[in-house]
């Protein structure tokens, strides 16, 4: 498994940076180049380093990380940079095309996890830890005054893609709100239907309100105030806040080690921690959910984004407790239930094989395993990277997997694109990173 693990990665490194996959997605994303990087740490130190690198090579004037960097021109994917229209506007970098969103803030904690792996004994290690931080901080920082207009200490992501569960069943009530009169037809541009089953993607009518959404972003120039007061997705989303809290506390952390004053960090982190727990905590339901900010309710629909906040350590013992009386409820339903799945199948629109909808991911499950530990939860946490290690040794290095048992249908093959960087990239994590997190 680990030479299969080396080999994926090794297949999927371009000119610096590494692809999630060959037959989906042909250039970096960002929150996939950060769970790559930690493996990388372990089967090519010095490329880890290199993939960070790259990724920020894409950072924006503002500050903002794109969730997207086009290194090089490739017609196996829509949108392209010809639909993202980013060129024209100058805070975007005038060397390299990049898509004008974000993704979940993942570097500050992969860089502090970096620190219990080979990379950080490289003697360039140094050097880049202190180029890295200020460029990671200044993310953050365009986080809090760009997207947090009411000053809460909780960001909205702009777009279901930022919140890295793209097609999530939390989003149908947004998406399906959005009016697409005058929206373009997109479903003969997509390429991901013509290279995996379409059963396992989004569905053209979701597709069509994505594009929406970017041609609006476009046409406001990525103006943030203005697609602030114009566009119908403003979503305080419980994973991308719960991972920027997670990573403030890598922040602070490292930024003493480099013996920076952390005062800026440790104010939003407050913030954030308390309003994670008050605002996104549905005492009712005993999970956390994300915020509609147009629509001013919350998206009661239970997805496995709602254990992140154990992953950030925000969550209070009794929190901690309830929540994890909903896992075995609503989402590992029995022992027989492996892995935790991206939507509970209590929900009616889970779909086991469709994407975000249902299916099991490797990096959902090692945050929820890393979550379990950091809450003493020591025997679950156990069970979730032994069934992540045995899934990936039985099926592959696949995108997702079917979560349901095989007696109750479960499939017996993995699904999405094969040879998925980041399933390979956490294999090597589980197995070689005892350290906590
Ligand atoms: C895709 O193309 O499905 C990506 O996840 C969007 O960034």
């Known amino acids: 498994m680990h030479a299969l693990a080396s080999s994926t990665l090794e297949n999927n490194w371009r000119d610096g940076y ?13 929150w996939d180049s950060g769970f790559i990087a930690l493996g990388l740490a372990w089967s090519h130190p010095p490329r880890a380093l290199e993939e960070v690198r790259s990724m920020f090579r894409g950072q924006w004037g503002n500050g903002l990380l794109p969730h997207i960097n086009f290194h090089q021109p490739n017609p196996n994917y829509f949108p392209g940079p010809d639909v993202w229209r980013t060129a024209a506007v100058p805070a975007a970098p005038q060397d390299l095309a990049t898509s004008g969103i974000t993704q979940p803030p993942v570097f500050a904690f992969v860089l ?21 931080y200020p460029k990671i901080l200044a993310f953050h920082r365009y ?42 037809e997109v479903a003969h541009l997509r390429r991901d239907i ?59 952390t490292l930024g003493r080690r480099l013996g920076l004053d952390t005062a800026e960090v440790e104010a939003w982190q407050a913030k954030t921690v308390a309003a994670i727990n008050h605002k996104l905590w549905d005492e009712e339901a005993g999970h956390y959910f994300s915020y509609d900010l147009r629509a001013g309710r919350l998206l009661r629909v239970r997805t496995s984004s709602g254990f992140a906040p154990l992953f950030a350590g925000v969550c209070l013992p009794a929190q901690a407790d309830r929540l994890l009386g909903g896992l075995t409820t609503h989402f590992m339903r029995s022992d027989a239930w492996s892995l935790c799945a991206s939507t509970a199948a209590t929900v009616p629109a889970f779909d086991p094989v469709k994407y975000w909808r249902g ?4 990096n959902m499950n090692w945050l929820l395993h890393h979550g379990l530990a950091r809450y003493g939860r020591t025997e679950l946490a156990a ?19 079917d979560p349901r048992p ?22 090597l994590d589980f197995t070689l990173n005892p350290a906590p997190l």
């Open 112 to 132: 502090e996890r970096l620190l219990t792996t080979p990379a950080a004994e490289l003697p360039a290690w140094a050097d880049f830890l202190a180029e890295l």
């Open 383 to 401: 069970r979730i990277k032994a069934n992540s290690l045995h899934f990936m040794a039985a099926h592959g290095y696949f995108e997702y997997f």
């Open 18 to 30: 590494t692809i999630p996959s060959a037959r989906l997605y042909p250039f970096q994303w960002n």
């Open 359 to 362: 299916p099991a991911w490797i």
């Open 143 to 184: 986080l809090y005054t760009c997207r947090d207009p009411h000053g809460e200490g909780l960001v909205y992501i702009q777009h279901n893609w930022e919140s890295g569960t793209d097609n999530s069943p939390a989003w149908d009530a947004v998406l399906d709100a959005i009016d697409v009169t005058h929206a373009r």
């Open 194 to 252: 013509r290279n995996v089953d379409a059963a396992h993607r989004p569905t053209n009518e979701n597709y069509r309100r994505y594009i929406a959404l970017v041609d609006l972003f476009a046409r406001l120039g990525y103006d943030d105030a203005a697609i602030a007061r114009e566009s119908p997705f403003l979503v305080q989303d419980v994973l991308f806040n719960s991972l920027l809290a997670r990573s403030n506390q890598s922040l602070i």
């Open 406 to 427: 095989p007696a109750e249908g479960g499939a017996a093959h993995g699904l999405g694109a094969d040879a998925f960087s980041w399933s390979a990239a956490l294999y």
